[in-house]
């Protein structure tokens, strides 16, 4: 089987699918490797990196007519979707629950996709391909970095001739893995960190990190399946963005992580709460994308700065910013899932496979994924019974 690395084209689009060093890994299991020409630049793998580590360096063109499986961060671009043909896989960060029309595009042209945010995150076996989760920790990282380059003090306490300088108070709303990481890091630049998440059961820690858990007495537990949060009620959410208002205006950076799959972010910092805070004051929005943000006001790749002085940065593609850890992270959870689906050198796809359930979102002609096939079934009735048109 030819395994192909495309070069990503999305905009900031930094990271590549595959690294060198995992190159000899993949050849083996029996498989081909296939580089496009400069796929490893943002990230400052070189072709020759590659082609030391006897991969073929190809063009686009080529990539395209030889490749049985074509691994990628993203989804796919126009110039390569309108390239694939029926037969070929492709493998990537392909988020079918927020774009399932590309999922029934692919079912329709027979192309088998995986992704990997359909991983079941929670069996241990799986832990080593979890590539959110990889990439979230680079994120967090970065965007405790992010949030003290905004911020016009020092993170740390210092004393010096001229007086001594405050640590900074820092907020971290959302405690999974990008949040953990934000803590960890915040607190290793010095700064007072504390945390907020709707699952209490992550204070344990928050705390072994250094920092101190909030808890609101207007949400209860809100701990869902798979290792995410739940959504909210409206009641809840309301609740919550009350109660939070108060905590946010006593912090100088606050860093949201709150995401739901394939759902619009819940809004935590309302225009409230934006006025609520003093001016020089830094907010690092991690769930800002093309759905909506964690903030109000939030820009996706932009920095805004309110009428009262407060720093919004919208920041959801931080990852791309780290491209080098992050590349090397995904090479392996890429890997690691491609190894557990490969068999005799070739791609064995096997839907009763736990993991296979939850990654293989088209094959043979259909999308068999079954949180995507819902939802192109819901957006076919929707469109049945509104007169052709789909909400």
């Known amino acids: 089987m030819k395994v192909a690395v495309v070069k990503e084209s999305a905009p900031g689009e930094r990271r590549v699918a595959l690294v060198p060093e995992m190159i000899a890994r993949l050849r083996g299991a029996g498989l081909e490797v296939l580089v496009e020409s400069g796929a490893g630049d943002g990230a400052w793998f070189a072709d020759g990196a590659y082609a030391d580590a006897d991969a073929a360096i190809v063009s686009r063109e080529e990539l395209l007519a030889q490749a049985d499986l074509i691994l990628m961060v993203g989804k ?4 390569l979707l309108g390239g694939l043909h029926s037969g070929q896989a492709i493998l990537g960060l392909l988020n079918p629950l927020a774009d399932p029309g590309l999922a029934a595009t692919l079912a329709s042209r027979g192309i088998t996709a995986i992704s990997l945010d359909g991983l079941p995150r929670t069996l241990s076996r799986a832990q080593g391909m979890d590539a959110l989760s990889s990439q979230a920790g680079v994120a ?12 016009g003090r020092f993170f740390p306490m210092l004393t010096t ?5 405050r640590p900074a108070r820092v907020l971290i709303l959302g405690t999974g893995v990008a949040g953990l990481q934000a803590i960890g890091t915040a607190r290793r630049l010095g700064a007072v960190v504390s945390a907020y998440d709707v699952r209490p059961q992550t204070r344990t820690e928050v705390e072994s990190l250094g920092g101190t858990f909030i808890e609101l007495r207007s949400v209860g537990d809100a701990a869902g399946q798979g290792g995410y949060a739940r959504a ?10 009350a109660e939070l208002a108060g905590h946010i205006a006593r912090h100088d950076v606050v860093i949201t992580t709150a995401q739901v799959p394939g759902r619009k972010p819940p809004l935590l910092i309302t225009e409230d709460a934006l006025k609520a805070m003093t001016a020089g004051s830094v907010v690092v929005d991690m769930g ?15 920095t805004i700065v309110t009428g009262n002085g407060v720093t919004i940065i919208g920041a959801g593609n ?4 780290v491209p080098g850890a992050a590349s090397a992270f995904l090479a392996r959870n890429i890997s690691a899932l491609l190894l557990h689906m490969t068999a005799g050198g070739a791609l064995a796809i096997d839907p009763s496979d736990e993991i296979q359930a939850g990654v293989v979102i088209t094959h043979d002609g259909a999308v068999i994924q079954p949180a ?5 079934a819901e957006a076919s009735h929707g469109a049945d019974t509104s007169g052709g048109t789909t909400p």
């Open 232 to 241: 909210l009620t409206d009641e809840e959410r309301q609740a919550q963005q």
């Open 318 to 321: 931080l990852a791309a910013t």
């Open 372 to 376: 995507t096939a819902a939802l192109l």
């Open 76 to 79: 796919p671009d126009a110039q």
């Open 140 to 151: 967090g990282y970065k965007a405790a970095l992010v949030g003290a380059a905004a911020f």
């Open 161 to 165: 001739a001229a007086g001594t300088a």
């Open 288 to 302: 800002s994308g093309p759905l909506g943000g964690n903030v109000a006001g939030s820009v996706p790749d932009q």
